[in-house]
């Protein structure tokens, strides 16, 4: 059995990528095509995140077809316009200038789905929701391989998920979890988008992390 540890400057390239890990948009994507062993790095790390059971319930279908990219682009098109309306005012008139998608920039788009299986699955019988966390382990792990090979990703969530699955093709095992978008940028950005465009800040950590239980909070928060 192997056992390998880590040396300083190893954890410390491993905190840079996730520290400078973005979401990236439209504005942002080259036509540049991904090369296929770049993009298999990338779905190879989401094959090796952690799954309940090791049930590796995440499927990935792999998008390359204009017409098929449209077909998403339409299905965002609609919610978008819907999801406006839940802003008010100058929020609002915010929301409708920032970029949230690069569908058709994008060489590469990936729809992720979450394959439910009928048997019991060791560690998923308390909490069903777990099998779709662990999708969401696998979306992470390429997020962050993607980052580390210098391509971009884009996660797009304003998508009608029963549109999603009936333009793909899903069964009734299959729910559609996220709709990434991969390819080479003209720019990475330090910080988030949305808070250099002034939509939100980064919390501090007194405000996201506490000691014991909810109700310590104020005299003893971790720091
Ligand atoms: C579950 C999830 C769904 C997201 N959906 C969208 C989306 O539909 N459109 C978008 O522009 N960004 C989306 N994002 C990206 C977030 O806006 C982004 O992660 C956040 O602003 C922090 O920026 P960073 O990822 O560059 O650090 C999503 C991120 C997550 C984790």
Same mark, same amino acid.
């Given at each position: 059995?192997?056992?390998?540890?880590?040396?300083?400057?190893?954890?410390?390239?491993?905190?840079?990528?996730?520290?400078?890990?973005?979401?990236?948009?439209?504005?942002?994507?080259?036509?540049?095509?991904?090369?296929?062993?770049?993009?298999?790095? #990338?779905?190879?790390?989401? +094959?090796? =995140?952690?799954?309940?059971?090791?049930?590796?319930? %995440?499927?990935? @279908?792999?998008? &390359?077809?204009?017409?098929?990219?449209?077909?998403?682009?339409?299905?965002?098109?609609?919610?978008?316009?819907?999801?406006?309306?839940?802003?008010?005012?100058?929020?609002?008139?915010?929301?409708?200038?920032?970029?949230?998608?690069?569908?058709?920039?994008?060489?590469?788009?990936?729809?992720?789905?979450?394959?439910?299986?009928?048997?019991?699955?060791?560690?998923?019988?308390?909490?069903?929701?777990?099998?779709?966390?662990?999708?969401?382990?696998? #979306?992470?792990?390429?997020? +962050?391989? =993607?980052?580390?090979?210098?391509?971009?990703?884009? %996660?797009?969530? @304003?998508?009608? &998920?029963?549109?999603?699955?009936?333009?793909?093709?899903?069964?009734?095992?299959?729910?559609?979890?996220?709709?990434?978008?991969?390819?080479?940028?003209?720019?990475?950005?330090?910080?988030?988008?949305?808070?250099?465009?002034?939509?939100?800040?980064?919390?501090?950590?007194?405000?996201?992390?506490?000691?014991?239980?909810?109700?310590?909070?104020?005299?003893?928060?971790?720091?």
């Amino acid at each position: 059995m192997g056992h390998r540890e880590f040396e300083h400057h190893e954890q410390r390239i491993l905190e840079e990528i996730m520290r400078l890990r973005r979401d990236v948009r439209g504005n942002r994507f080259l036509n540049t095509p991904l090369e296929e062993q770049v993009l298999d790095q #990338i779905l190879h790390a989401g +094959l090796l =995140a952690p799954s309940v059971g090791f049930s590796q319930p %995440w499927r990935i @279908i792999d998008i &390359r077809n204009r017409e098929t990219k449209q077909g998403v682009a339409k299905i965002f098109a609609e919610e978008n316009t819907e999801a406006a309306k839940q802003f008010e005012d100058q929020r609002r008139q915010q929301y409708q200038q920032l970029k949230l998608e690069g569908i058709l920039e994008a060489p590469v788009n990936l729809a992720v789905f979450y394959q439910h299986s009928d048997e019991a699955i060791l560690g998923q019988t308390s909490m069903p929701v777990v099998g779709e966390y662990s999708t969401v382990c696998a #979306i992470q792990n390429m997020w +962050l391989m =993607a980052r580390a090979l210098n391509v971009g990703m884009g %996660w797009v969530s @304003i998508l009608d &998920r029963k549109k999603m699955e009936a333009l793909l093709g899903a069964s009734r095992h299959q729910k559609f979890v996220a709709y990434l978008c991969l390819g080479y940028v003209d720019k990475f950005y330090d910080q988030p988008e949305l808070e250099m465009r002034g939509w939100e800040q980064r919390k501090r950590i007194e405000e996201l992390i506490f000691r014991d239980s909810f109700s310590s909070q104020g005299s003893d928060t971790c720091t």
